[in-house]
Each structure stands twice: as C-alpha cells, then as structure tokens.
C-alpha cells in the first residue's frame, strides 16, 4: 500500500538560556523593533487620517532607512536589521486582518505588555550543525534540545522570543515530512464547547478541565493579591509581578500540553472533526461564559485542530455559531423554541431525552457531513445566519504556517 505523505512548515520551539552578551543584544533588538513597529503604525495612521492614502509595506521600509540616516535613531543601526524589517511584515500583516475585517485596528506594543520577539530570517542566522548562531552574535544559543528536529531539517526562519517569567524560547520553521494517520472506522466527531465540561463528543464522551487546574488558579489569585499589597514601584512588588508571572507561564504551559493531547487524539480517532465557529471575542463579553471559554483556550484549540488535521490528511469542519445546534432535535430533527443556559437535559416531543451538550455535538456533526456528502458550502440543511452568511462551511486547507506556539 501506498502511504501518503506530506511535507509541512512546522515550528519547533526550545528553550535556551543566553548569555549576558546576548541577552543584552536580544534586549536592544526588541527595544529597536516596538520603536520601529510603532513610528510606522503612527506614520500609516496619520497618512489614513490627514490624507486617507494607504501606506505599503514598501514605504514604511523606506521609511526606515531614512530613519536610521536621523541623529535620534542611529541606534537602530546596532542591531540586526531583519528582525526590523520583519516586524514592518508584521504590521503589513496586522493591516491585511484589518481591512479584511478580521481583527482590530494595529496598537502599539508596549514596553511592559507586548510580546518580546525577534524574527530572523535565512540571512540573519547562521544554521550549522545543529548549532545556531543569529547576526550580531559570536557565539551560538545554548538551545536545550528538548525534543529532535526531523532528520536533515534546516530552519528557514528562526524566532527569538522572552516570556514575561523571564524565559527565553527560540522556535525553529522547518520543513518536517508527515505520513497521512491510518484510515479509521470512526467517520467523524462532532465537539461542543460546553459549559459544564470544557469539550463535549457527539460519541457522548466528556472531556472536563484537569484537575491541577484549580490549584493552579488558587495559587495564581494568592500572588495576585500579594502582588495587589505591594507598594509601587519597590524591589518586592517587581519580585511579586515576576511570581504572577511564573504562575502564569505555568498555567499555560499545561494547557498547552492538554490541548496537545486532546487535538492530536481527536485528529488520529476520526477522519472528519466538526466544530462550531465559536467568536471568541463575542462570547468573552458575557460573563457567565467568559471563564469557561477562555480556560478552554477555544482559539487555541481550533488552531491545533486546523494545522494537525491538515498535516494528518483530516478533514476540520467549522459551522457557524447561529446554527441552532442546542435547540435541534438530533434523533427527529424537531426544534425547540427556547433552550435557556441552564437547561441541562430535556425531553423532545419525540419522546428522546437528551443531554443538552451531547445532542449539540451531534447536530454539529451531521451538520458537517452534509458538508463532505454535498461538496463544500452546499448542505440540503442549509440555515442562514444573521450575518447572512452560509451556516456551514468547510475549513480551506493550507495553514500550517506560521505557528506562534508550538
Ligand atoms: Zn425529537
């Protein structure tokens, strides 16, 4: 038999721990990137505001070669200019979102706040021998190999980044060769983001929150509060932030590692996974929800869901969030014409009793497989939503790139 396989862009992310020298120079990098970010972020709006002109990505590179000519930020020329020019990308990126109606308006990076990254493209590292060594440094990063690289990979773009507990990551793009998973019986699962428990299948499994995590969340609110009784701007309050911040990073590490877990597992068991199109941002504002939802790391969940089913040979389905999924009958197809936030389990004209949660997972699925059954947007269900949107649609393939948090 023929395996299928295929090559993908995939991240590999490490620790390390750099030296004085070169966390000086990572230091002075970030700084030069949020000056560089911001000056042409302030520079696009302004021409949108006086002038409604469009600033490229090629202007505001030239812009910053003008800059660096200028007394005030000569310093710009101390570091690496590709990390500059890629948070230019970046910012073309953020625009694209914008008047895609994708995302918000760019803001500027702050200091305290913002992410510290750097991205290094081909010419600003040099790769040998599985040791790593970026512009403007001598020595190469002291990379903890956590895990191997494929064999023979060579990274294409290298990213540099600091936590706010203080450590250092260095994530590695390579080109990593995939073999398709093995064909299974199961033809599909449908997922619903539940209240009670965190997932629920349409095979009637529930999948809750892990036990750690409530300490994990008495310990976080204790260094809230000791960090709250500090006194501005004393040593003990930095060392109060620095423990937030510790607890913080460890919260989200194990999360990170459960829903690693979980979306590789669904994407092996089935050949089609089925999820709802849940906005985030919407659903964050109602505050019944909002610790559920944003506990489960639903965004990062469906972005697992979408590159690993895409490495794997996988279809992901999403159905849009007003698809009536609690409300249908999944055994007749009745619906009902309330279904309130408490209502955990109810009783069909037909006769069926059903859990609230598992009755949506299989609406959301045999939503789907119309989808697959029919070919892409076309489903004899078909709703529409008030956006007047299609109420299914099929995940397009391709977005392996670029992955932020592996
Ligand atoms: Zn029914």
Redesign the pocket.
Known sequence: MWAVVRAVKRAFRYRFYPTDTQAAELARTFGCIRKVYNLALAARTEAWVSRQERVTYTATSAMLTRWKKTEDLAYLNEVSSVPLQQTLRHLQTAFTNFFAKRSRYPTFKSKKKSRRSAEYTHSAFRWRDGSLTLAKMTEPLAIVWSRPLPEGASPSTVTVSQDPAGRWFVSLLCVDVIPDAPATTAVGVGVDAGLDSLLTLSTGEKITNPRYERADRARLARAQRDLARKEKGSANRAKARLKVARVYARIADRRRDHLHRLTTRLVRDSQTIVIEDLSVRNMIRNHTLARAISDAGWRQFRAMLEYKANWYGRHLITVDRWYPSSKL?S??G?LAETMPLDVRSWT???G?VHDRDVNAARNLLAAGLAVTACGAGVSPQRETSRTGRPAVKQETSGVTQGIPFL
């Open positions: 009958c055994t007749c009745a069909c004209r037909c069926v």
